[in-house]
């Protein structure tokens, strides 16, 4: 497993990894196979135009990721 792991200024933060498995379900030509996954955050709350007390912690966050399934059969 490979990851990055990034933050600046303690809002803005970005993931990303990476993983290489072998299952013997994914085929014997190449039991191997690649996934990559990544995701962006933004805490909201530590910018300056942030001032609304009710919410003092506040942070949106997108991911994509790949898995491996086995196809069912039946």
Not at 19 to 46: K, Q, V
């Amino acid at each position: 497993i490979k990851l990055i792991d990034t933050v600046y200024n303690d809002t803005y933060m970005a993931t990303f990894s990476f993983r290489r498995d072998g299952y013997s379900a994914f085929g014997t030509t190449n039991p191997y196979a690649n996934f990559f996954s990544g995701a962006l955050a933004w805490t909201f709350t530590n910018e300056n135009f942030w001032n609304w007390k009710p919410l003092s912690s506040g942070k949106l966050r997108v991911s994509f990721g790949q898995n491996g399934n086995r196809t069912s059969r039946g």
